[in-house]
């Protein structure tokens, strides 16, 4: 990335004080905001780009759902298939990035 606009990942210093989520669902969230808006991630997506495999991005993706830094999407797209988008929030309760 060249543009210095987009070259750092900004979150509230709040989340990396929050002791109830791991470092491995941290740095997940980290590079989720990363993540272009418009470009979709799954776990079988994110598993090749790092060590942690499958399992583990799972259960890193439910950590967060349960300490409501994440949240599930349900969508049905025009062909009938469905696909979950993952909307993303702060410890404020702030939204990051919408589904």
């Known amino acids: ?3 210095d606009a987009t070259a750092y990942v900004r979150i509230e210093q709040r989340l990396t004080e929050d002791h109830r989520i791991s470092f491995g669902a941290l740095g997940l969230l980290s590079y989720l905001l990363s ?3 418009d470009e979709r991630v ?3 997506s994110l598993a090749p780009l790092r060590v942690e495999g499958q ?3 799972a259960r890193y993706l439910r950590e ?3 300490h ?3 949240k599930r999407v349900v969508r049905k797209l025009p062909d009938g298939r469905f696909w979950t988008a993952y909307e993303l929030f702060g ?3 702030r939204r990051y990035r919408p589904a």
């Open 1 to 3: 990335m060249s543009d």
């Open 42 to 44: 799954s776990i079988e």
């Open 68 to 70: 409501g830094y994440l």
């Open 35 to 37: 993540v272009p808006p």
């Open 64 to 66: 967060l759902e349960e």
């Open 91 to 93: 410890p404020s309760g």
């Open 55 to 57: 399992t583990r991005i």
